[in-house]
C-alpha cells in the first residue's frame, strides 16, 4: 500500500510559477509509474503528465505540453510538478498518483492517489 502527500499548492498570478512535490511511503515508489491529474470543480478529473518507473520517459497532456514538467526522485520517493506560465484555467485541485501500469495516462489507471492540494491562479 502506498501513501501519498502531495504539497506546494497555492494561489499565483497569472504568468507566475508553482512547484508542487508529491512524497511517497508505504511502498517500494521505484516499482510505479506517477502521474500528475487535476480536477476543477464542476469538471471531470483531467490527466496532466506522468513518468515511467525510472524517470527516463514522460508523457503529458497537449494542455500543459511546454509548461509543466513532471520529474521523480526514487531515492527521495518524490515526484514534482514544475508549473510555468500559469493560467488562471489552471485553477483546480492537483493530485498525484501512483499506478503498475507503464504510464498513467487516464483517471482509470492509477493504483494510488493523494489527497490533492489546492491551485489559484488569479488573473
Known amino acids: 500500500q502506498v501513501q501519498l502527500v502531495e504539497s506546494g499548492g497555492g494561489s499565483v498570478q497569472a504568468g507566475g510559477s508553482l512547484r508542487l512535490s508529491c512524497q511517497a511511503s508505504?511502498?517500494?515508489?521505484?516499482?510505479?509509474?506517477a502521474g500528475w491529474f487535476r480536477q476543477a470543480p464542476g469538471r471531470e478529473r483531467e490527466f496532466l503528465a506522468t513518468i515511467v518507473r525510472g524517470g527516463t520517459g514522460t508523457f503529458y497532456s497537449d494542455s500543459v505540453r511546454g509548461r509543466f514538467t513532471i520529474s521523480r526522485d526514487n531515492a527521495k520517493n518524490t515526484v514534482w510538478l514544475q508549473m510555468n506560465t500559469l493560467k488562471p484555467e489552471d485553477t483546480a485541485v492537483y493530485s498525484c498518483?501512483?499506478?503498475?501500469?507503464?504510464?498513467?495516462?487516464?483517471?482509470?489507471?492509477?493504483?494510488?492517489w493523494g489527497q490533492g492540494t489546492q491551485v489559484t491562479v488569479s488573473s
Open positions: 498518483a501512483a499506478g503498475r501500469r507503464l504510464l498513467l495516462s487516464s483517471s482509470r489507471d492509477p493504483d494510488y
Open positions: 508505504g511502498g517500494t515508489f521505484s516499482s510505479y509509474a
